[in-house]
């Protein structure tokens, strides 16, 4: 099964029980991102935060695999921000920024799907970066 159609049968209700229970995940990280926002404390008493910005670089099966589309949707659907870009050598960059259970959700979604079960080939992270938070970031985006 194709992503499109994987999350058009999640958008649907459809899917199998893990593929929703990885919706589910995700949502419950987006409401978690949005809690830290507001500043609210968790159940337990912490406070999540602070946003933090990463900088990967992919190697592997990253291009003309649907990379782009995918990581937009896993940064969009937990409420990351940032964007993913090919690069000229066959690589993929991809800056992503939220609270660290964000950016953790969206490279576990990446892994789960491009070096799961349901994939051949696979990707590598060849670097990863804290830098600095871009304020006034709104979204996820592809860059071109």
């Keep these: 099964m194709g992503l499109l159609s994987f999350l058009r049968e999640l958008a649907d209700g459809g899917g ?8 589910q995940e995700l949502e419950q990280v987006r409401q978690m991102a ?3 926002e507001r500043g609210e404390e968790m159940a337990d008493g912490s406070v999540l ?3 933090i910005r990463r900088r990967y670089h ?3 099966s990253v ?3 649907g990379f782009r589309f995918t990581t937009t949707n896993l940064a969009s659907a937990v409420g990351a921000t940032g964007w993913v870009r090919n ?3 066959g690589s993929v ?4 920024q939220g609270i660290v259970e964000q950016i953790d959700a969206v490279i576990a979604g990446l892994n789960r799907y491009y070096n799961g079960s349901r994939w051949l080939g696979g990707f590598t992270i060849d670097d990863v970066k804290d830098i600095p938070v871009v304020d006034q970031e709104f979204g996820f985006e592809p860059l071109y």
């Excluded at 960059?93 to 992503?96: D, K, N, Q, Y």
């Design 16 to 23: 199998t029980a893990d593929d929703k229970l990885v919706h």
């Design 34 to 36: 949005e809690a830290a």
């Design 49 to 51: 935060g602070p946003k």
């Design 58 to 60: 992919f190697v592997g």
């Design 63 to 65: 291009q003309g695999v």
């Design 87 to 89: 690069e000229h050598d």
């Design 93 to 96: 960059t991809v800056e992503v």
